[in-house]
């Protein structure tokens, strides 16, 4: 069975650096769009950035030029590097990949189980 696992989240001041990474388990085909997004209480969900397998990235308006995501295809990790925290970045992270398991043929969208990111003025 693929997993997500989460960690790296905590409490930081503001003004301050996270770096949260995200494995990737399992029989394992290929990993394909990773990203991570995030949720605070009593919003929705939205992405804060994504990268492909080669690369390329995309990141939400509010985080361009602090955050920076990253992956190592070897490890099946993707990492979100948190400079310049602001408490409006306080929420629940979520990491997300699209992969393909043993068959190679299906594609699925998992999730990690979340991890706290709280941010203190």
């Known amino acids: 069975q693929v997993q997500l696992v989460e960690s790296g989240g905590g409490l930081v001041q503001a003004g301050g650096s996270l770096r949260l990474s995200c494995a990737a388990s399992?029989?394992?085909?290929?990993?394909?769009?990773m990203g991570w997004y995030r949720q605070a209480p009593g919003k929705q969900r939205e992405l804060v950035a994504a990268?492909?397998?080669?690369?390329?990235?995309n990141y939400a308006d509010s985080v361009k030029g602090r955050f920076t995501i990253a992956r190592d295809n070897a490890k099946n990790t993707v990492y979100l590097q948190m400079n310049s925290l602001e408490p409006e970045d306080t929420a629940v992270y979520y990491c997300?990949?699209?992969?393909?398991?043993?068959?190679?043929?299906?594609?699925?969208?998992?999730w990690g189980q979340g991890t706290q990111v709280t941010v203190s003025s």
């Open positions: 997300n990949a699209r992969i393909a398991g043993a068959g190679g043929l299906f594609v699925y969208d998992y």
């Open positions: 399992g029989t394992i085909s290929s990993v394909n769009d």
């Open positions: 990268i492909t397998r080669g690369g390329s990235t």
